[in-house]
């Protein structure tokens, strides 16, 4: 089968709508999570989310560390924002 613009086209859009809807999950389950914590930031839990994110893109040799680094940090944000009780 040979892959056309369109075709390659297709599947990111497919794999991009699949993404979104892992974020939206994600960002439910901090929604749900912020009343069991004490606080909204837990900085040594975010360091342990971005040192294992780091090592997975690192060893998966596909992804640069700084680059999932950087898209976790927005989510990470996200999160904190929303547990704040602070809607888009």
């Known amino acids: 089968m040979t892959l056309t613009l369109e075709k390659i086209r297709n599947v990111i859009d ?3 709508e699949e993404i979104l809807a892992l974020l939206a999950e ?3 389950l ?3 999570i912020h009343p069991l914590k004490e606080k909204v930031l837990d900085k040594d839990r975010e360091e ?3 040192s294992r ?3 997975t893109a ?3 040799g596909r ?3 700084e680059f999932v680094e950087q898209i976790y940090a927005e989510i990470l944000a996200e999160s904190r924002r929303i547990q704040q009780g602070r809607r888009q």
Do not use: M, V
Request: glycine share 4%; net charge positive.
């Open 14 to 16: 497919l794999i991009d």
């Open 30 to 32: 901090a929604r749900g």
């Open 53 to 55: 994110i780091r090592r």
């Open 48 to 50: 342990a989310i971005l």
């Open 63 to 65: 992804l640069r560390a």
């Open 26 to 28: 994600r960002l439910d």
């Open 58 to 60: 690192k060893n998966s």
